[in-house]
């Protein structure tokens, strides 16, 4: 069943590159960043001998599905890919966010990138010659820090923490899910007590993904979120995981359910509509709903399949990298936040292909990417 459409709103603001205002010392930032990121890096790859990305280092399933641009869309959302009917095929990876391979037990923000093959398009730089479009979104509607020179703020804080022992990790992620607990009994959220091992130990399959950071979207500015639509899907939003010995679990309950579950999903996009209540800058900011509400673009399906293979890791996991600067230029990121980690991931990525034997290449069609 697709959702009706929502109407997206009558007045969305027209993309210009005057919307960007860089931070003072913003390449002096994304220098720092990239040394923090690699710090992390090449702490975890001494001690377990595995080059790890600096952030979301884990990984709880790999799926092949694929994603179908809905037909009919109005003027304001056929852009960029969605600009015409079409159909992708898609990698998904599911993970959790710290830079180190830890217990499930240590509950964190849970991540979703996905990787479309075969679009078409004027590429972003450093994706010349590529065909693929990434999207790379959190389980959380606006991000953790408003700004570059933040969020490297709070990098220094996780970076610090990696190969910290890992009992108390968990003992500390209890303590804070039940203050999390406490604060959204009162209505709110805390993103810094999530982020440090706060979350609940929910189902990662039954979350809701957003860009948190806007990009540009054709004509338009947007942010994106991707979000469970079949019924099997949403019965396991807040359902609680057991996670009592299971240092893995969240893996173990994306394979079952791939087992035998057909999965989909619905692409939508949120229309900035002002720069007041919608910054582009400012990343911690949740754009309102209430002026412009999220609208779906695309459906994505996934059918029952093996979501953990030593194959599929292989070249999958560890083949490929995901960034929001693989793509095409009507979905360039946007914000000081998206500006850093176009060098950052790249940085991360010539990291793992140095020192894992593993090459590291974009797929150029599904044929790359094995069963």
């Known amino acids: ?99 180190d391979v830890l217990d499930d037990k240590v509950s964190t923000p849970r991540g979703m990138a996905v990787k479309l093959v075969g679009v078409e398009g004027d590429r972003l730089p450093g994706s010349e010659g590529n065909v693929t479009q990434d999207f790379v979104l959190v389980n959380g509607p606006a991000f953790n820090s408003a700004t570059a020179s933040k969020f490297l703020s709070s990098l220094k804080l996780l970076a610090a923490t990696t190969d910290k022992a890992e009992g108390a990790k968990k003992v500390a992620s209890a303590i804070l899910r039940g203050t999390e607990a406490v604060i959204e009994a009162f209505g709110t959220k805390s993103a810094t007590i999530t982020s440090m091992g706060g979350h609940p130990t929910t189902h990662i399959l039954g979350e809701t993904f957003f860009s948190q950071a806007p990009l540009r979207f054709g004509k338009y500015i947007a942010k994106v979120q991707i979000a469970p639509v079949s019924d099997n899907l949403k019965a396991l939003t807040d359902q609680k995981v057991d996670l009592d010995d299971k240092p893995n679990g969240l893996r173990a309950a994306v394979v079952d359910f791939f087992g035998t579950e057909h999965a989909e999903w619905e692409l939508a996009v949120q229309l900035c509509t002002n720069l007041d209540d919608m910054p582009v800058e400012d990343a911690s900011v949740e754009w309102p709903e209430a002026d412009s509400p999220y609208v779906p673009v695309a459906r994505i399906t996934a059918a029952p399949q093996d979501a953990w293979s030593e194959a599929r890791v292989k070249a999958l996991d560890e083949g490929l990298s995901f960034s929001p600067w693989h793509g095409i230029t009507d979905h360039q990121p946007l914000g000081s936040i998206m500006r850093v980690r176009r060098a950052a991931y790249a940085e991360s990525a010539k990291f793992r292909a140095q020192h894992s034997g593993v090459t590291m290449k974009e797929p150029r069609s599904i044929d790359d990417l094995p069963e």
Not at 61 to 66: M, S, V
Not at 74 to 90: D, N, R
């Open 1 to 99: 069943m697709v959702t009706p459409y929502l109407a997206p709103p009558q007045h969305p603001l027209a993309f210009d590159p005057s919307v960007e205002h860089p931070e003072e010392n913003e390449a002096e930032t994304q220098r720092e960043l990239i040394e923090t990121l690699l710090k992390i890096s090449h702490k975890t790859h001494a001690d377990s001998g595995q080059a790890l990305r600096g952030v979301h280092a884990k990984s709880h399933g790999i799926i092949r599905g694929t994603l179908e641009v809905l037909p009919g869309l109005p003027e304001a959302l056929a852009q960029g890919i969605f600009a015409k009917i079409a159909s992708y095929p898609v990698v998904i990876r599911f993970s959790t966010t710290p830079g």
